[in-house]
Protein backbone atom coordinates (compact mmCIF):
# COMPACT_ATOMS: atom_id res chain seq x y z
CA UNK A 1 0.00 0.00 0.00
CA UNK A 2 1.72 3.38 -1.14
CA UNK A 3 0.09 5.90 1.12
CA UNK A 4 0.37 10.23 0.35
CA UNK A 5 -0.36 12.23 3.57
CA UNK A 6 -1.08 15.78 2.94
CA UNK A 7 -0.06 18.88 4.84
CA UNK A 8 -0.88 22.09 4.77
CA UNK A 9 0.88 24.24 6.47
CA UNK A 10 0.95 27.86 7.34
CA UNK A 11 3.27 29.13 10.83
CA UNK A 12 2.82 25.77 12.47
CA UNK A 13 7.28 26.12 13.05
CA UNK A 14 6.32 24.46 16.18
CA UNK A 15 4.64 21.54 15.84
CA UNK A 16 5.33 20.21 12.09
CA UNK A 17 8.59 18.83 12.86
CA UNK A 18 7.07 16.31 15.32
CA UNK A 19 4.23 15.70 13.51
CA UNK A 20 6.19 14.19 10.45
CA UNK A 21 8.30 12.25 12.61
CA UNK A 22 5.11 10.78 14.19
CA UNK A 23 3.84 10.38 11.21
CA UNK A 24 6.75 8.65 9.73
CA UNK A 25 6.89 6.49 12.59
CA UNK A 26 3.10 5.56 12.69
CA UNK A 27 3.38 4.27 9.13
CA UNK A 28 6.64 3.25 8.85
CA UNK A 29 5.55 -0.53 7.44
CA UNK A 30 3.67 1.06 3.88
CA UNK A 31 5.13 2.86 1.11
CA UNK A 32 4.97 6.48 2.10
CA UNK A 33 5.60 10.09 1.18
CA UNK A 34 4.72 13.16 3.24
CA UNK A 35 3.76 16.19 0.84
CA UNK A 36 3.91 19.38 3.13
CA UNK A 37 2.05 22.03 0.90
CA UNK A 38 3.36 25.68 2.93
CA UNK A 39 1.98 29.35 2.20
CA UNK A 40 5.46 30.78 2.30
CA UNK A 41 5.30 30.59 6.48
CA UNK A 42 6.65 33.76 7.92
CA UNK A 43 7.56 31.91 10.67
CA UNK A 44 9.63 29.29 8.56
CA UNK A 45 7.76 26.25 8.96
CA UNK A 46 8.81 25.95 5.02
CA UNK A 47 12.55 26.51 5.84
CA UNK A 48 12.25 23.29 8.57
CA UNK A 49 10.55 20.83 6.41
CA UNK A 50 13.41 21.49 3.63
CA UNK A 51 15.84 20.76 6.22
CA UNK A 52 13.64 17.07 6.47
CA UNK A 53 13.33 17.01 2.56
CA UNK A 54 17.34 16.66 2.96
CA UNK A 55 17.69 13.68 5.20
CA UNK A 56 14.28 11.85 4.45
CA UNK A 57 13.45 11.29 0.76
CA UNK A 58 9.71 10.59 2.04
CA UNK A 59 9.06 14.32 3.23
CA UNK A 60 8.25 16.26 0.20
CA UNK A 61 7.99 20.52 0.28
CA UNK A 62 5.67 22.71 -1.94
CA UNK A 63 6.09 26.29 -1.38
CA UNK A 64 3.70 27.97 -2.20
CA UNK A 65 4.52 32.35 -2.77
CA UNK A 66 1.55 33.34 -5.14
CA UNK A 67 -1.75 31.49 -3.40
CA UNK A 68 -2.97 30.32 -0.47
CA UNK A 69 -5.95 28.92 1.79
CA UNK A 70 -6.36 25.43 3.19
CA UNK A 71 -8.36 23.76 0.00
CA UNK A 72 -6.37 24.83 -2.54
CA UNK A 73 -3.21 23.76 -0.78
CA UNK A 74 -4.67 20.09 -0.14
CA UNK A 75 -5.94 20.16 -3.79
CA UNK A 76 -2.07 21.12 -4.41
CA UNK A 77 -1.15 17.95 -2.52
CA UNK A 78 -3.59 15.54 -4.25
CA UNK A 79 -2.77 16.54 -7.10
CA UNK A 80 0.99 16.46 -6.69
CA UNK A 81 0.63 12.98 -4.74
CA UNK A 82 1.96 9.55 -6.49
CA UNK A 83 -0.02 7.35 -3.57
CA UNK A 84 -2.59 4.83 -4.14
CA UNK A 85 -4.32 6.07 -0.95
CA UNK A 86 -4.12 9.72 -0.18
CA UNK A 87 -4.85 11.28 3.57
CA UNK A 88 -4.80 14.96 5.04
CA UNK A 89 -5.07 16.03 8.60
CA UNK A 90 -4.33 19.36 10.25
CA UNK A 91 -1.08 20.37 11.07
CA UNK A 92 -1.32 21.37 14.75
CA UNK A 93 -1.15 18.28 16.43
CA UNK A 94 -5.16 18.43 17.39
CA UNK A 95 -5.52 15.02 15.28
CA UNK A 96 -2.89 12.72 17.27
CA UNK A 97 -0.81 11.28 14.11
CA UNK A 98 -1.35 7.90 15.57
CA UNK A 99 -4.82 7.77 14.54
CA UNK A 100 -3.75 7.32 10.94
CA UNK A 101 -3.43 3.35 11.80
CA UNK A 102 -6.74 3.60 12.53
CA UNK A 103 -7.68 5.11 9.14
CA UNK A 104 -5.23 2.90 7.17
CA UNK A 105 -6.82 -0.41 8.90
CA UNK A 106 -10.99 0.27 7.88
CA UNK A 107 -9.01 1.26 3.94
CA UNK A 108 -7.34 -2.38 4.51
CA UNK A 109 -10.68 -3.81 5.31
CA UNK A 110 -12.77 -2.29 2.33
CA UNK A 111 -13.62 1.44 2.72
CA UNK A 112 -12.95 3.93 -0.37
CA UNK A 113 -13.15 6.71 2.29
CA UNK A 114 -12.19 6.76 6.14
CA UNK A 115 -12.87 9.70 7.92
CA UNK A 116 -11.49 10.47 11.71
CA UNK A 117 -14.49 11.45 13.69
CA UNK A 118 -15.33 12.83 16.72
CA UNK A 119 -18.89 12.07 16.53
CA UNK A 120 -18.93 8.43 16.29
CA UNK A 121 -18.84 6.03 19.78
CA UNK A 122 -15.69 6.52 21.23
CA UNK A 123 -14.74 10.01 19.47
CA UNK A 124 -14.24 13.36 21.34
CA UNK A 125 -13.77 16.64 21.06
CA UNK A 126 -11.96 18.08 24.41
CA UNK A 127 -9.99 21.02 21.85
CA UNK A 128 -12.91 23.68 21.73
CA UNK A 129 -14.49 25.69 23.97
CA UNK A 130 -18.49 24.77 25.05
CA UNK A 131 -19.87 27.32 22.50
CA UNK A 132 -17.42 25.47 19.64
CA UNK A 133 -18.32 22.10 20.19
CA UNK A 134 -22.11 23.24 20.95
CA UNK A 135 -22.54 24.86 17.14
CA UNK A 136 -20.07 22.22 15.36
CA UNK A 137 -22.61 19.68 16.96
CA UNK A 138 -25.70 21.19 15.71
CA UNK A 139 -24.22 21.98 11.94
CA UNK A 140 -22.91 17.69 11.99
CA UNK A 141 -26.40 16.98 13.07
CA UNK A 142 -27.54 19.38 10.47
CA UNK A 143 -25.88 18.12 7.98
CA UNK A 144 -26.53 14.69 8.86
CA UNK A 145 -30.31 14.99 9.16
CA UNK A 146 -30.37 17.19 5.49
CA UNK A 147 -27.70 15.10 3.73
CA UNK A 148 -27.07 11.61 4.60
CA UNK A 149 -27.48 9.91 8.16
CA UNK A 150 -24.58 7.67 7.47
CA UNK A 151 -22.43 10.39 8.56
CA UNK A 152 -21.84 12.21 11.92
CA UNK A 153 -18.49 14.41 11.68
CA UNK A 154 -18.99 16.46 8.15
CA UNK A 155 -16.63 18.45 9.09
CA UNK A 156 -13.39 16.47 10.29
CA UNK A 157 -10.93 17.35 8.10
CA UNK A 158 -9.11 14.22 9.16
CA UNK A 159 -9.32 11.87 5.96
CA UNK A 160 -7.80 8.79 3.87
CA UNK A 161 -9.19 7.81 0.62
CA UNK A 162 -8.42 5.86 -2.21
CA UNK A 163 -7.00 8.10 -5.59
CA UNK A 164 -9.93 6.91 -7.86
CA UNK A 165 -12.31 9.30 -5.88
CA UNK A 166 -10.15 12.02 -6.30
CA UNK A 167 -9.82 11.56 -9.96
CA UNK A 168 -13.64 12.24 -10.20
CA UNK A 169 -13.79 14.59 -7.42
CA UNK A 170 -12.11 17.90 -7.27
CA UNK A 171 -12.11 19.83 -3.82
CA UNK A 172 -14.37 23.41 -3.82
CA UNK A 173 -15.24 25.55 -1.51
CA UNK A 174 -13.28 27.03 1.87
CA UNK A 175 -11.86 26.35 5.04
CA UNK A 176 -14.53 23.27 6.41
CA UNK A 177 -17.02 23.68 3.74
CA UNK A 178 -14.60 21.64 1.00
CA UNK A 179 -15.24 18.72 4.11
CA UNK A 180 -19.03 19.11 3.68
CA UNK A 181 -18.88 19.27 0.02
CA UNK A 182 -16.34 16.35 -0.53
CA UNK A 183 -18.04 13.85 2.13
CA UNK A 184 -21.60 14.63 0.18
CA UNK A 185 -20.50 14.03 -3.10
CA UNK A 186 -18.63 10.70 -2.20
CA UNK A 187 -21.03 9.24 -1.34
CA UNK A 188 -23.44 10.28 -4.01
CA UNK A 189 -21.24 8.11 -6.25
CA UNK A 190 -21.51 4.99 -4.34
CA UNK A 191 -18.32 5.21 -2.28
CA UNK A 192 -18.10 3.12 0.58
CA UNK A 193 -17.58 5.99 3.29
CA UNK A 194 -16.57 4.84 6.82
CA UNK A 195 -15.79 6.70 10.20
CA UNK A 196 -13.09 5.98 12.67
CA UNK A 197 -13.20 7.12 16.05
CA UNK A 198 -10.33 10.11 17.23
CA UNK A 199 -10.07 12.64 19.89
CA UNK A 200 -9.62 15.92 18.91
CA UNK A 201 -6.72 17.37 21.72
CA UNK A 202 -5.43 21.11 22.13
CA UNK A 203 -3.10 22.14 19.61
CA UNK A 204 0.39 21.85 21.44
CA UNK A 205 1.62 25.48 20.57
CA UNK A 206 0.75 28.58 18.12
CA UNK A 207 -2.46 30.24 17.65
CA UNK A 208 -5.79 28.24 16.31
CA UNK A 209 -6.34 29.24 12.33
CA UNK A 210 -10.21 28.14 13.38
CA UNK A 211 -12.85 30.68 15.32
CA UNK A 212 -11.43 31.98 18.23
CA UNK A 213 -14.56 33.78 19.49
CA UNK A 214 -18.66 33.66 19.38
CA UNK A 215 -18.95 35.75 16.19
CA UNK A 216 -16.40 33.72 14.76
CA UNK A 217 -18.10 30.19 15.28
CA UNK A 218 -21.90 32.13 14.09
CA UNK A 219 -19.56 33.37 10.57
CA UNK A 220 -17.86 29.76 10.09
CA UNK A 221 -21.37 27.86 11.00
CA UNK A 222 -23.29 30.19 8.55
CA UNK A 223 -20.57 29.61 5.35
CA UNK A 224 -21.65 25.74 6.72
CA UNK A 225 -25.24 25.76 6.71
CA UNK A 226 -25.05 27.63 2.94
CA UNK A 227 -23.46 24.62 2.06
CA UNK A 228 -25.18 22.07 3.12
CA UNK A 229 -28.48 24.03 1.91
CA UNK A 230 -26.72 24.21 -1.71
CA UNK A 231 -26.32 20.71 -1.47
CA UNK A 232 -29.68 19.71 -0.36
CA UNK A 233 -30.93 21.85 -2.91
CA UNK A 234 -29.08 20.21 -5.56
Known amino acids: MYISIVL ?54 IRRVDENGLTSAIQRGITESKGTY ?14 WAKLVKAIE ?27 SRVINLGASLLLDWGIKDYTSGFILAHRKIFEQITLRGDYGEYCIDLLYRTKRANFMVQEVPYTCVPRESGESKTATNVWGYITRGVNYVKTVSRLRLS
Open 109 to 135: NGADMVIGSRYVSDGADVAHSLTGRTL
Open 8 to 61: PTFDERDNITSLIDRTLVTLNNYDLEIIVVDDDSPDGTWQLVQEKEKIDSRVRL
Open 86 to 99: IGWMDCDLSMPPED
